[in-house]
Nanobody, 120 residues
Framework: VKLTESGGGSVQTGGSLRLSCGVS????????MAWFRQAPGKEREEVVR???????RYADFVAGRFTFSRASAENAFYLQMNDLKPEDTAIYYC???????????????WGQGTQVTVSS
């Protein structure tokens, strides 16, 4: 399984971006999917995760601004980010977590990341 992110860029406060995570290799419903981010000088943090039943869990800081979705062909995932703030500036990573009857905390597969920059 290989993950490839795209869609990052630079926007002003209040703007929107849609990140994509392309999946190479069949994952079916074997993996939970997630987005993480890492800002300069900070630890990587989880933004959202989706289990194999498409149930999502968002970090508190998302506050209804982001939406995580799965493509119908199940070969891609999307993170729609609205009302972006300067504190959302980070490298965003797509990740896959092998479902073990639950979604584990540590991903098994990482993408290379895509930069999101929000200016005030």
């Amino acid at each position: 399984v290989k993950l490839t992110e795209s869609g990052g860029g630079s926007v002003q406060t209040g703007g929107s971006l849609r990140l994509s995570c392309g999946v190479s290799g069949y994952i079916g419903r074997r993996y939970c999917m997630a987005w993480f981010r890492q800002a300069p000088g900070k630890e990587r943090e989880e933004v959202v995760r989706m289990d194999i039943y498409d149930k999502t869990r968002y970090a508190d800081f998302v506050a209804g601004r982001f939406t995580f979705s799965r493509a119908s062909a199940e070969n891609a995932f999307y993170l729609q980010m609205n009302d972006l703030k300067p504190e959302d500036t980070a490298i965003y990573y797509c990740a896959a977590l092998e479902y073990l009857g639950y979604c584990p905390s540590t991903p098994d597969v990482w993408g290379q990341g895509t930069q999101v920059t929000v200016s005030s």
